[in-house]
């Protein structure tokens, strides 16, 4: 009677250590399998964020130039006003 509790005691344990270890080794995979799905998925993002600087830059790029052109514009007109008042000026002289 003994020996069998023994054996039963050994084969419980026995079991228990191969469930343990095929657990873990499940679990590994496991994690591994989303450690990857991050990375990957963080790649992207990574990549959409250097996208979207480039395009970032670009816009500033693009808003450096109007600025640049509305000023040059301005500059123009005011000098087509001072051309028109000066106009104004000698026909009500004349």
Do not use: P, W
């Not at 228990?16 to 399998?33: S, Y």
């Not at 799905?37 to 990549?47: A, G, M, Q, W």
């Not at 509305?70 to 000098?79: D, G, I």
């Amino acid at each position: 009677m003994a020996l069998v509790g023994l054996v039963c005691t050994v084969v419980g344990v026995l079991l228990g250590i191969l469930t343990f270890g095929r657990n873990r080794d499940k679990d590994i995979r496991q994690d591994a399998a989303d450690a990857a799905t991050i990375r990957t998925k963080l790649d992207h993002i990574s990549s959409g964020v250097d996208s979207i600087r480039v395009d970032f830059k670009a816009t500033v790029q693009r808003v450096e130039d109007l600025t640049e052109r509305v000023t040059r514009v301005e500059e123009s007109a005011k000098q087509a006003h001072k051309r028109l008042d000066n106009m104004g000026e000698r026909r009500t002289a004349e």
